[in-house]
């Protein structure tokens, strides 16, 4: 059985940014597949590598500001630029975990990764979500379930 990793990054302190995090979190409460580990990722960049390179499949989620309407999902593999519309900001944690995939991708030891990304409304301090990204909590969740029952195919 393949082995898959769900990774949660961003920032819990600044509302939406911390999307991923609040996933890993609900995540951590269900019932998963044997084969599935959770991992709340942070703003970690390169130190994730050792964290990630014994799974053969990858599931991140995360904040991205696309420039959509809060709440709009986005699925994509890493060198599939094409998952966004327009012109992307790019935080200080995603330019560390651009830095992982590129790296892990170089070396050989990066897992088959998709990612599933949310349009944020809000970096604002505080650690709950908006309630525009509370309301997509369930299809987020939806989204990684079926990204690993296509895996365990």
Avoid at 2 to 29: C, W, Y
Avoid at 51 to 79: C, Q, W
Avoid at 124 to 153: C, H, R, S, Y
Wanted: hydrophobic content about 45%; charged content about 20%.
């Amino acid at each position: 059985m393949q082995k898959i990793v769900v990774l949660g990054v961003g920032n819990i302190l600044f509302q939406d940014e911390g999307v991923g995090i609040h996933v890993i979190q609900a995540l951590q409460k269900m019932n998963l597949p044997e084969n599935v580990d959770v991992i709340e990722g942070g703003t970690a960049g390169l130190e994730l590598l050792p964290l990630i390179e014994d799974y053969s499949h990858m599931i991140v989620v995360d904040a991205v500001n696309a420039g959509e309407k809060p709440g709009t999902l986005f699925r994509f593999k890493p060198d599939d630029v094409t998952g966004f519309p327009g012109n992307i900001e790019t935080s200080v944690h995603q330019l560390g975990l651009l830095e992982v995939l590129q790296m892990g991708k170089l070396i050989g030891k990066l897992p088959d990764t998709v990612i599933i990304a949310v349009q944020p409304k809000s970096f604002d301090w505080g650690m709950e979500l908006t309630p525009e990204l509370q309301a997509k909590m369930p299809q987020i969740i939806d989204l990684v379930f079926k990204e690993i029952k296509k895996i365990n195919k």
